[in-house]
């Protein structure tokens, strides 16, 4: 006969009850008392776990939320946010409340968002947290309204954007846009080796292009005011050979004459962002990734540029696989 083994939550049988109890009580409400005799692990004296030292980050990601952003010319409008926020924490500290980053979140989230509104947010938020450095990083898909190039048709172009505000324990704050622009690039090597062919050989051959994505990141000076539709200007004028939404045969054929007329390298693509970029005076920093996804090499080419800030942002970017499109 084979043993009986015990079970702790589940019945035994139809007439013994289990060992333990599992029950919801769906009516029950936390009094002022029972709140206040709820543990906290902040009052305990061995909750520290590995090294006792600071953390520069610590919070929550990935936490979303609808939000009102403004837009340049006209009505607010609703998007999907995606929104992480950290904290630094010093050493002796046993931990922070996440719960408190999303509700000093939450207490703005009728209000239109900006660059601006992320510095209220932040002042609120380092005192509730009680920490020195503070950080909020809102990503979202922002739609501006493109025409074709000669149909006169119109489609939205969705951006990837971020806004983000970093306040240092002095107090000093930081505006930051992160900025997706997805661009064709036509290779310059390619586009004269087609046409040697067609002159000395009478051979049609097609130059190399490819779908291509630069990410800007700029830093919006003190007092100044910076829309996400200045930033898309920004990359269209530099690179002018951006995506397009609503295409008939007239547009396809524009896009053609476009790419001919813009032929560039990766490296062009930096230069031509850089001096869109270091013309803003409402810009006091930037950096910029371009990648160009490759369609004669298995592999892609890339570069990286920055306006050279004595202590500001460097060149280092290495993330190139997240600007695949």
Do not use: W
Not at 101 to 107: A, G, L, P, T
Not at 304 to 320: L, Q, W
């Amino acid at each position: 006969m084979k043993n009986k083994k015990k079970l702790y939550l589940h019945r035994e049988s139809t007439t013994k009850a289990p060992l333990i109890e599992r029950t919801y009580d769906s009516s029950f409400k936390v009094s002022k008392k029972y709140h206040a005799e709820l543990p906290d692990l902040m009052d305990s004296q061995d909750s520290i776990q590995g090294a006792n030292v600071p953390i520069q980050q610590v919070g929550v990601s990935n936490f979303k939320l609808p939000l009102k952003f403004a837009v340049k010319g006209a009505d607010p409008i609703l998007l999907e946010a995606n929104i992480t926020g950290s904290v630094s924490l010093e050493a002796n500290l046993k931990g922070i409340n996440m719960s408190r980053i999303v509700r000093s979140f939450y207490d703005y989230k009728d209000e239109v968002f900006s660059l601006r509104l992320l510095k209220r947010i932040l002042t609120e938020y380092r005192k509730k947290v009680d920490t020195f450095d503070a950080r909020l990083k809102i990503d979202f898909s922002y739609p501006i309204l493109q025409k074709s190039l000669r149909s006169n048709l119109e489609g939205y172009q969705y951006y990837k954007v971020a806004y983000e505000g970093i306040m240092d324990r002095k107090g000093n704050f930081r505006r930051l846009i992160h900025f997706d622009f997805v661009y064709s690039s036509s290779c310059p090597c390619s586009a004269e080796l087609a046409e040697h062919a067609r002159d000395q050989r009478g051979v049609y051959g097609i130059p190399h292009s490819q779908r291509s994505k630069a990410r800007v990141t700029v830093e919006v000076a003190k007092g100044k005011s910076l829309t996400i539709e200045d930033l898309q200007k920004h990359c269209l004028n530099a690179l002018k050979t951006e995506t397009q939404v609503i295409v008939k045969r007239e547009d396809e054929q524009a896009f053609a004459e476009m790419n001919g007329s813009y032929i560039k390298f990766v490296e062009d693509a930096a230069r031509l962002l850089y001096e869109q970029l270091s013309g803003d005076s409402r810009i006091s920093d930037f950096q910029a990734a371009c990648s160009h996804l490759e369609s004669l090499h298995s592999h892609d080419a890339v570069s990286v540029i920055c306006k050279g800030v004595r202590g500001g942002f460097t060149a280092d970017f290495t993330d190139f696989q997240s600007l695949i499109c």
